[in-house]
Nanobody
Framework: QVQLVESGGGLVLAGGSLRLSCAASGLTFSNYAMGWFRQAPGKEREFVAAISWVGGRTHYADLAKGRFTISRADAKNTVYLQMNSLKPEDTAVYYC??????????????????WGQGTQVTVSQ
């Protein structure tokens, strides 16, 4: 049974930082590209960042460039999202997702095979 479990969310002041983690189990983690998405209240879920299953290539949505960093530790079956310079508009539930062997359309939700339950990030003024 595949499980993706996010952690590290919480309440932070604008300008602050958070590091999200997503621990995977039940799959061969190194065979999966990993992505982070987020969904704010009343909005559709949107792509944030992705990292390839080989080579560690990273991709970012414009909203994340220069502020967020995605990384992975295959030995720990974990993917991270370091978020700096947080803004109130970053408030959302953040989800990690796994895509077996990755696809070029890394920003497309339909490419991902497994999803976590999400972790809430709230950024206050």
């Amino acid at each position: 049974q595949v499980q993706l479990v996010e952690s590290g969310g919480g309440l932070v002041l604008a300008g602050g930082s958070l590091r999200l983690s997503c621990a995977a189990s039940g799959l061969t983690f190194s065979n999966y590209a990993m992505g982070w998405f987020r969904q704010a209240p009343g909005k559709e879920r949107e792509f944030v960042a992705a990292i390839s299953w080989v080579g560690g290539r990273t991709h970012y949505a414009d909203l994340a460039k220069g502020r967020f960093t995605i990384s992975r530790a295959d030995a720990k079956n974990t993917v991270y999202l370091q978020m700096n310079s947080l803004k109130p508009e970053d408030t959302a539930v953040y989800y990690c997702a796994a895509d077996r062997f990755g696809h070029t359309s890394y920003a497309a939700e339909k490419q991902y095979d497994y999803w976590g339950q999400g972790t809430q990030v709230t950024v206050s003024q």
